[in-house]
């Protein structure tokens, strides 16, 4: 923890950023990634890694940092409009708070390496109020900005830049830290109003009204901090000393405005009440988590207050005699707010301060093509191959599939056909059973049968790689919850994870869901060929096989009542025919079209646009493009989904027709006698809907084929992502469990006699918590513990609270200091063990700690150690 010595304030330390060559990990993402050369963008990789060195290397309070935090955020906002935020650049944190910060955080992530950047915008303003001359009032307004800015680039951090990360925050970065450090800064802001009030001689009721808003926002920051695992106990006590303290002087400066308007009753009260609030202040004192200062002022406050109270009580018991006011009935003192969070510009729209004029310079990487782009051009193709295969033409194939229902349910074209062709086979025929043979439709099909199956298998396994890796990682986080149990292992479950676990899960269900209808539909399309294929055999077989399989007419010559009704009906046919195979040109010169729909040079002269007129105040995304896809997919295919409707009304017109002709050639059949063609009519129709079948069956397995190899790229995707989330919740889980399993100080059986070891020399080093001085009296001494549960962070000291805080405070205006560096682990102990102290063995029973003559016996202890005895330490 990282504080300030000369003033009662606390500093946010800087997260601590390695050195990595930026540059090197977008040349060689432009390399694999993108169509353009990285030497075109020399001067830019240049740029941008001397913008990290600089911002990296900010570590002192100095104004010129700034600018540096400011200029490299920016620019990591514009280009993250360039590329994914997996860059292939490891980014490597320390925290800057918490029990851990010697242990490096990394990620592959610009985002992470952004809220870095700008956590450390916030500690540098935050010390550079600290760094300010208070002891005027002009300096008092420069720290009160600089507070205020703090305040307002931890909110922007909380609100804005933490949700976007895409993974679990780091301790000191989660909710209730960042609270934490939100209020601490508006505190630290509202005491130098306080200050700058008290030093300019302000009324005490307007500075009562200042302290009691100061009180306020040190408790509001205390209460952030107890459910933070990174901020420590000594800052937990420094803010809830505070918080007591200017409870006090608020309540003190209203006593003295009671005094003035003569409500010495009241004036009694509000002095007791001040009392209350200094003593609450200083039991934060016990255990030596306040720096000296602190606790002085806090006493200096006590010794006025309580002069104050001893002659208010006398002068009102003499002379007054005013009833005091009981506590239930002091009017609550009002506030008087004067800290604002405040987001500088430069952070909250960074981007307003780019360009070849602005601030922060041109933009970076203006001549690549943003990975926005990229994501809007693969957006788009996936959209226009949506509207043409699914919207169009599979609405074409649709009403294709009704003209053969309607065609095979009144037996056509076989009817016509045995009448036409009585010997033989009729020349549609042939010609059917002659692209069969050249297609080997059969293997052709069993064939695809098998690829499919494969392609199946091979997303099966990469889904079940991926799901065993979640359901892996779930197991290990389950018995480890149940090993540590769930008040301290707080991690969400893996189900629950909000950033990538819960979407993963519902990816799993997506997933089974996927496969279990894409395997009811593969086996309705193989019950649809195992019933066709014997059909097929026969027209994959030669023409005499077809012939014998097809009977010959009894009736050689058609009847004249026939003929007339035959030529209408083969008319109609005709243009249902016609009308089918016009569509399957329409639906090929569809996809031609669609393949030659390149969109990447209007996308691009559109982003020129986009970021020319400034119409975004944002980096450009994929949903900038949402008009331009609409007003394009309209111009283009439009005039096809008009078509849609024209051919389906055309379709119904001469399938009506159909009906109607076929019905009045039945009719004429029976009047002339058709024995003889029945069977050949069935015959014929059974090898043309074999035909249509196979046809049908080649479309239905080229469906599964792109099926299953879009589901590859999913599935793929979902395994890397279910791998890399794996990876990343083992660590954290490796970190957690090295944190709880650490031996905390309680578990050491220490003694608080004085006898049992000899005086400190002053100076001397008492373990963790920092020095200690000898003189201290033995009775301020905090108990020792004794085998205490292990916890994930050390147990902090109790903080003091009042239930209701009628606060209000005073404090001499040399102001007091923050607590000294210090890093408790448990709460303080009088006697601990250092390396110049000898160990000394004895008995557990029968004998004092610290008395070397045995219970039994009257000679010294022998120089044998007893392994039954134990150790003890003093």
Not at 216 to 226: I, P, Q, T
Not at 322 to 337: F, G, M, Q, Y
Not at 469 to 479: A, K, M, T
Not at 591 to 614: H, M, T, V, Y
Request: charged share 25%; proline share 6%.
């Amino acid at each position: 923890m990282q504080s300030s010595n000369s003033s009662g304030v606390l500093a946010v330390p800087f997260r601590r950023g390695t050195q990595l060559s930026l540059s090197s990990a977008i040349k060689q993402y432009i390399s694999t990634k993108y169509d353009q050369h990285p030497d075109m963008f020399r001067q830019d990789l240049d740029v941008i890694e001397a913008l990290r060195r600089d911002a990296v290397n900010v570590r002192e309070a100095h104004p010129s940092g700034v600018q540096k935090l400011q200029a490299y955020a920016a620019q990591l906002v514009w280009i993250s409009g360039k590329f994914p935020i997996d860059i292939g650049a490891d980014f490597t944190w320390y925290p800057s708070l918490g029990y851990n910060t010697e242990r490096p955080i990394v990620h592959n992530n610009l985002q992470f390496e952004r809220t870095n950047i700008i956590y450390n915008l916030a500690a540098l303003y935050s010390q550079l109020a600290i760094s300010s001359n208070r002891n005027d009032t002009d300096g008092l307004k420069t720290a009160a900005n600089y507070f205020n800015q703090a305040a307002g680039v931890l909110a922007h951090l909380k609100k804005e830049i933490i949700p976007e990360l895409r993974t679990t925050p780091p301790d000191d970065m989660d909710e209730h830290s960042l609270e934490s450090l939100i209020q601490l800064q508006l505190a630290q802001s509202q005491e130098c109003f306080w200050m700058k009030a008290v030093m300019d001689r302000y009324k005490d009721a307007s500075i009562a009204k200042l302290a009691a808003r100061v009180s306020d926002l040190y408790n509001l920051a205390g209460e952030a901090a107890m459910h933070s695992e990174a901020i420590s106990s000594s800052w937990i006590h420094h803010m809830s000393a505070k918080h007591h303290h200017f409870a006090a002087a608020a309540q003190y400066r209203a006593a003295c405005e009671c005094l003035e308007k003569r409500k010495y009753g009241e004036e009694v009260a509000r002095l007791r009440d001040a009392v209350a609030c200094v003593n609450e202040g200083l039991k934060e004192s016990r255990g030596g988590y306040l720096s000296k200062i602190v606790v002085e002022d806090l006493n200096s406050l006590k010794r006025r207050v309580e002069e104050h109270l001893k002659r208010a009580e006398h002068d009102n018991d003499m002379i007054y005699l005013n009833p005091v006011t009981p506590k239930s009935e002091l009017k609550i003192l009002d506030r008087a707010n004067m800290a604002i969070a405040r987001t500088p510009p430069q952070v909250a729209t960074p981007l307003e301060y780019i360009g070849d004029k602005g601030e922060f310079g041109p933009a970076l990487f203006t001549k690549l093509v943003p990975y926005s782009v990229h994501l809007a051009v693969s957006i788009y193709e996936e959209r226009r191959d949506r509207l043409v295969n699914q919207n169009i033409i599979t609405e074409l194939e649709t009403l294709n599939e009704r003209i053969h229902e309607i065609l095979s349910s009144l037996n056509l074209p076989g009817s016509i056909q045995a009448f036409e062709k009585p010997l033989g086979l009729p020349g549609t025929l042939v010609q059917h059973a002659e692209e069969i043979r050249q297609a080997d439709a059969r293997n052709r099909l069993q064939r695809s049968f098998v690829d499919i199956e494969k392609l199946r298998a091979t997303d099966m396994a990469m889904f079940e790689e991926g799901r065993e890796l979640l359901r892996v990682e779930e197991e290990e986080d389950n018995r480890l919850r149940m090993k540590f149990g769930t008040d301290r292992w707080t991690r969400p479950e893996s189900r629950s994870e909000p950033s990538q676990g819960a979407k993963l899960w519902n990816q799993v269900g997506d997933a089974e869901g996927w496969f279990a209808t894409s395997a009811s539909s593969d086996e309705v399309v193989r019950e649809k060929f195992y019933s066709a294929e014997p059909t097929l055999a026969i027209l994959a077989g030669p023409d005499r096989g077809i012939m014998d399989f097809v009977p010959s007419s009894r009736r050689t010559e058609i009847p004249e009542t026939l003929k007339p009704a035959i030529g209408r009906l083969r008319s109609i046919y005709n243009d249902v025919t016609r009308l089918e195979s016009r569509r399957h040109r329409k639906a090929e010169a569809l996809r031609e079209k669609a393949r030659g729909d390149d969109i990447k040079s209007d996308i691009l002269a559109e982003a020129a646009r986009l970021e020319r007129n400034q119409t975004v105040a944002t980096a450009i995304v994929p949903a900038h493009f949402e008009d331009f896809f609409d007003k394009r997919l309209d111009s283009l295919y439009e005039p096809d989904l008009d078509m849609l409707q024209k051919e389906g009304a055309e379709q119904e017109r001469l399938l009506s027709d159909l009906i109607r002709i076929n019905r009045e050639f039945e009719s004429q059949k029976k009047t002339a006698g058709d024995k003889g063609n029945r069977e050949r009519e069935q015959a014929l129709q059974k090898l043309e809907n074999a035909y249509y079948k196979y046809k049908e069956l080649t479309s239905n397995v080229e469906v599964g084929r792109k099926f299953y190899n879009d589901l590859s790229r999913i599935v793929g995707s979902f395994r890397d992502s279910a791998r890399t989330f794996a990876t990343e919740r083992r660590r954290e889980a490796r970190m957690l469990e090295d944190e709880l399993n650490m031996p905390p100080l309680g578990n050491l059986s220490l003694s608080q006699r004085e006898q049992a070891q000899p005086p400190l020399p002053a100076g001397s080093r008492n373990g963790a918590s920092g020095y200690q001085h000898p003189a201290q009296p033995q009775a301020q001494a905090e108990p020792s513990y004794h085998g205490g549960p292990s916890a994930a962070a050390p147990p902090r000291q109790q903080v003091h609270s009042p239930a209701e805080a009628h606060i209000q405070a005073w404090a001499p205006v040399s102001e007091t200091v923050a607590p000294q560096p210090q890093q408790p682990r448990a709460n303080p102990v009088q006697h601990i063990w250092n390396q110049e102290m000898p160990l000394k063995f004895t008995k557990p029973s029968g004998s004092s700690v610290g008395n070397t003559t045995p219970s039994h016996g009257n000679g010294p202890p022998s120089g044998t150690w007893d392994p039954s005895s134990g150790i003890r330490f003093g």
